[in-house]
């Protein structure tokens, strides 16, 4: 393939792509933006819900789509049908986690749903294959080698794949394997938080205009009437049951605007053992009574992204601090996962507490982000899974006991700003995301 062909232009090509144009003809992107995403996709033809359409090129859209007309940035939608010679991206969402989109427990993977000639363009360093589970962080210890032999079963170069997760230790992991087992052919992992987007879209949409002096004032005026914190929960995983068991262990639920939802799983049975291992009294009470917080959380499916999306601001503001209970927690998962929960307080310039993966300040941190050691006891963040519990809790004690509240959030302001700022942008500036999948792009077809 002559490196000329992929004619600097950042190229995604799908099975199906209904417009009003010949399906043979290339279209400008300010037509495609206005298109139904339903109308848009590959792997269509499976019916399999786990494949949909890509977080991260509906980021790309967006970011494309804010640009001027006169711009270094170049961006092409084609059909499967088209019979130009440029080089392109075969994008697709995968839902849930690595055993649905496998062969590892199905009968076939996504390698088996290739389309013949999208494999073969692969084959022969035309295109490249972006498999996008930006929305998950679920990880699984056999998926690289996994990755590696299906790139050998169907003759693809492994630099031919770009694999975007929610799993911010990803990149180190695969690089940790890789140069263990000797492979220089690797993967392009891209550590992905496009889920921050949507909830800078929600803040947009809103016209939400949060400023630390409005946010200053308010706390002042209402200090004896705050909360201690915020802790928004809605599915009943296990960090979330331990984390509510610990705040009660410490008599902290009384100061807490928590939510607890319905569901049976919230009161569950827990041996002598496993409460002594995560620190815990052996005679706790370990049920947990219904509380919700503001909102009704949603039941039906069809709000579901409704309830992700939103951004509860005045929870936030009737309290100091969020505890974030995130969708990872445990060792054995494997992932770091930063999910859409933590950029809601950003959003809103209230300081939090990460429930979640070991680390997940530090990567958080990584992305730029500041978080509010010397404020809070982050110390947790380097804790194994059984103290991280206790070691939260113990954090928003010390909280509790701080005289003046109002000066301690303001002497958080530049932390609190600087990441605000941060979280804006998003939405005028190419994150990393976008600028590694651009670079990948380039160097792959430029070889």
Sequence with gaps: MNADNWDNKLTFRFEVLKTSYQDDVSIPLFDVIRLDRNNIGNFTQTGDTCFRFSQLVDQVFHYFDCLPEQSEYNLQIESIKSENDRCYIIPVAVAYQPNDWT??????????????VFLTDLQNKKSMLLIDQSVEGYHTAWLWEWFHK????????PQAIIYVTGDQSSLDNYESWANKNNVDARINIIPSTTLSFYIYKTYISRKLDITFDKLLTYKKENSDNLYLYDCINFRPRPQRIYNYLHLKNLRLLDYGNISVGDHPNWSINLSSQQLKKYRLPADIDTRIPPKKINQVNPTSSDRYWEFVERILDNVYQN?????????????????????????????CMQPFIIVGSKNSLKYLRKLGYKTFDGFIDESYDNLDDEDRFFAIALAIQKIKNIEDKAAWYESMRPILEHNHKLFLSIGIAHSTDVNLLTKYYSNYFKK
């Excluded at 209970?325 to 950003?346: A, D, L, M, N, Q």
Aim: with cysteine.
């Design 103 to 116: 062969d590892h427990i199905k009968e076939k993977s996504i390698f088996e749903y290739i389309n013949p």
């Design 150 to 157: 299906k790139c050998s079963l169907y003759n693809i170069n």
């Design 319 to 347: 309290s100091w601090v969020s505890i974030i209970t995130e969708s990872s927690y445990f060792k054995y998962e494997s992932s770091v996962f930063i999910s859409e929960k933590t950029f809601k307080p950003i959003s």
